[in-house]
């Protein structure tokens, strides 16, 4: 198993974890944001391990601010590290997986990349790039061996939510834990299905496919709600 993160300090207490059950467990510390570090890092892990059987891009920040604050340098680092990361990272090691006629690549989106959501127009675009070139991945690998999951998490118990340079976020309510998530993640590598909500939130997507309008005036009006009670 392969580990990349920006922090030392917190990737050595995961793989001490790792190595529990997997001994041979390795980590990288790499800033994914720089993207030709990115797909060098692939096919380094590639060779300095063997192979990869699974690729999980899960690396993602936040940009929580409405649109009309936001600058245009702030919307490109989000790209870059919730989509073209993973572009450039799964296009290092799709032709060895290709060859091998076998690999599965997980990518990690969030409900914001199935629904537009209110102050997160920098997130929802980076997430809704990663599910569309998922989706039109899992069928131009269909039938080759190499398997496409797409998760989307919804409102998850991460530091995503007070990290500098955001907006206070407008949600008070529940959240899911992390655990939760990555036993999503496991799941998904081992089933057949493409596409994995948590919490379950499909009804929502297919609410907004059949009636965009009625979905934006009642997220217009649950964003007023959130806010008169923050």
């Known amino acids: 198993m392969g580990l990349v993160a920006r922090r030392r300090d917190r990737l050595e207490h995961v793989l001490a ?19 030709g570090v990115a797909e060098e890092l692939a096919g380094t892990a590639w060779d300095e391990m063997g192979r990869l059987d699974v690729l999980i891009n899960n690396a993602g920040v936040p940009m929580r ?7 245009a340098e702030e919307v490109e680092r989000v790209m870059r590290i919730n989509f073209l990361s993973p572009v450039r990272m799964t296009l290092a090691v799709l032709p060895r997986m290709l060859e091998r006629r076998r690999g599965v690549v997980v990518n990690v989106a969030s409900l914001a990349g199935r629904i537009g959501v209110t102050t997160e127009a920098a997130y929802s ?40 340079g955001n907006d206070p976020p407008l949600y008070r309510g529940e959240l899911t834990p992390a ?13 057949e299905r493409f596409e994995h909500f948590l919490p379950d939130m499909k009804r929502v997507v297919e609410m907004k496919t ?19 009670h923050a």
Do not use: H, N, Y
């Open 179 to 191: 655990e939760d998530v990555a036993q999503c993640i496991a799941d998904a590598i081992d089933g």
């Open 17 to 35: 974890d790792c190595r529990r059950s997997a001994p041979q467990s390795r980590l990288w510390v790499a800033d994914l944001s720089d993207l």
């Open 210 to 228: 059949t009636d965009i309008d009625g979905f934006l005036a009642a997220m217009v009006e649950t964003a007023r709600q959130w806010k008169e």
């Open 65 to 71: 601010r409405s649109v009309k604050d936001l600058r």
């Open 125 to 164: 675009a980076s997430k809704f790039a990663l599910s569309g070139w998922s989706e039109a991945m899992a069928a131009d690998l269909f039938g080759t061996g190499v398997s496409v999951r797409l998760v989307l998490p919804g409102t998850i118990d991460t530091e995503l939510w007070d990290q500098p």
